[in-house]
């Protein structure tokens, strides 16, 4: 059974930096589509970035130029590197595996615990 382990979340001032990381036992992330989602209260879950094995990224509107999503396959983990952070960016942060690059919200594992960001000055 693959547990996700999100890390990396805090309080932060509007304009700050955070870097998010993900890991994993049991699987290489390296051969599958990883996706970085986030989820406010009332909401549903939503995908801000992918990344391919291929090397691809994708990103939603909203964090393009701010949000950069990465690997290191040597750690199996992912990362998520937030500059210029806003107060719209507050969110319990998530990853999972994708299984199409098509499908947001058909995912390989269970979701693991998250990760709190705030933005809040």
């Known amino acids: 059974q693959v547990q996700l382990v999100e890390s990396g979340g805090g309080l932060v001032q509007p304009g700050g930096s955070l870097r998010l990381s993900c890991a994993a036992s049991?699987?290489?992330?390296?051969?599958?589509?990883m996706g970085w989602y986030r989820q406010t209260p009332g909401k549903q879950r939503e995908l801000v970035a992918t990344l391919t094995p291929g090397g691809h990224t994708n990103y939603t509107d909203s964090v393009k130029g701010r949000f950069t999503i990465s690997r290191d396959n040597a750690k199996n983990t992912v990362y998520l590197q937030m500059n210029s952070l806003k107060p719209e960016d507050t969110a319990v942060y998530y990853c999972?595996?994708?299984?199409?690059?098509?499908?947001?919200?058909?995912?390989?594992?269970?979701w693991g615990q998250g990760t709190q960001v705030t933005v809040s000055s």
């Open positions: 999972n595996g994708k299984r199409s690059y098509y499908n947001d919200y058909n995912v390989w594992w269970s």
């Open positions: 049991g699987y290489i992330f390296s051969i599958v589509i």
